[in-house]
């Protein structure tokens, strides 16, 4: 391997670590015992030879000269191991203060990071001007909001139907609520300016959701009474905003011939799995340029009275007469620049 080379670290698992620290506390554990036993060991030896070296002159031969001095060379080397073995004295600093010197030293490094940071310059504010808290909205709490009101008007779409009799409202509301049997209640029959029946449920007791719900019984009902002998039950639908959905280039069966109404609902349930579509469409209408007859394609706008149905074409586009036709939301243009044309409204 070259010098230049930094050999690869040897990988260490835990357990080694902790093995080599417990080793290591029982070699100091043990140091220690032999390290008082030792010291015990050389005062006594120390003492021995003290004693020798002390009454040499008692003993009846004496010593030899080089006994002596082995004896005075162990005393000498026995100290010199208790110096080592034993700790070293601890020295009291001298109490007398030092000389101060007039001239300030230089701060040391750690002087520096341990002095507190000097304070910024204080900066002038200028008065800001007091915010405005917004005011509170104030609504009585026991009125209802606009949208959370059910709708009370149910209308009843006879733009298909042949009407051959116009009862008076107070007849028409008489038969509905007898055959309504208390449950539900209606006010007031009324007709809008395109023919259809509107019919006012008495709130808050009712409302047209319920009115729609018990359809099959209204229109049994009114059917006679308003001269129409066609079973088909037409379109009932709240009163309520509808979403328009405007269709771009839907192609025509027949070259300047546009369809019914009828016709164009019954088309948009057959090609898009839309059931029940007489009470989810709630207005056609087909969006024709002034003095222009339409040849092959035709704009049209649909009022779905369900926003989830106009969401599902505004994103998946609709099929109509075998093509597939974009969506795109309705925005009211001004009165001369399209007219219209057919409709429930």
């Known amino acids: 391997m070259d010098a230049d080379q930094t050999p690869a670290p040897i990988p260490v698992h835990t357990y080694e670590i902790d ?5 290591a506390i029982q ?11 030792l010291h015990k060991e050389i005062s006594a030896l120390k003492n021995t030879a003290q004693y020798f070296r002390e009454n ?8 030899q000269p080089d006994t002596l ?10 100290d010199e ?4 073995m034993l700790c070293r004295q601890y020295h009291a600093p001298d109490p007398r203060p030092a000389a101060v010197s007039d001239t300030p030293s230089a701060p040391t490094f750690a002087e ?9 310059e204080a900066r002038p504010q200028q008065p800001s001007k007091p915010r405005r808290q917004p005011a509170a909205v104030r609504r009585d709490a026991t009125k209802p909001s606009r949208r959370s009101l059910p709708s009370t008007r149910l209308i009843v779409d006879l733009s298909g139907c042949h009407q051959t009799k116009k009862p008076h409202p107070a007849s028409l509301c008489s038969a509905l609520n007898d055959a309504l049997g208390g449950r539900l209640a209606v006010s007031a029959a009324s007709t809008s300016r395109s023919g259809n029946l509107i019919l006012h449920a008495s709130a808050p007791a009712c409302s047209a959701q319920a009115l729609a719900a018990h359809r099959s019984l209204v229109w049994s009902t009114i059917s006679p009474l ?3 002998t066609d079973p088909a039950e037409p379109p009932m639908y709240p009163a309520d905003p509808w979403h328009k959905v405007v269709f771009h280039r839907v192609p025509l069966m027949q070259p300047g011939a546009l369809p019914s109404d009828r016709d164009f609902v019954r088309e948009v349930a057959k090609r898009n799995q839309l059931p029940g579509t007489q009470y989810r469409i709630g207005n056609v209408r087909f969006l024709l340029e002034r003095d222009k007859v339409p040849r092959e394609e035709v704009t049209v706008r649909v009022d779905f009275i369900e926003q989830e149905d106009a969401r599902r074409f505004l994103r998946d586009g609709i099929f109509l007469f075998g093509s597939h036709c974009r969506a795109t ?3 009211p243009r001004s009165s001369n620049g399209r007219r219209t044309s057919g409709g429930h409204g």
């Open 226 to 228: 308003l001269g129409i």
């Open 27 to 37: 070699a100091g554990a043990l140091a220690g015992l032999m390290l008082a036993k």
């Open 69 to 78: 001095e082995s004896i005075t060379f162990v005393i000498s080397a026995v």
């Open 329 to 331: 939301r309705y925005k």
């Open 81 to 84: 191991i208790r110096d080592l």
């Open 112 to 120: 520096v990071v341990k002095a507190p940071p000097e304070p910024a």
């Open 56 to 63: 040499a002159d008692a003993w009846p031969n004496g010593f």
């Open 19 to 23: 093995e080599a620290r417990e080793n």
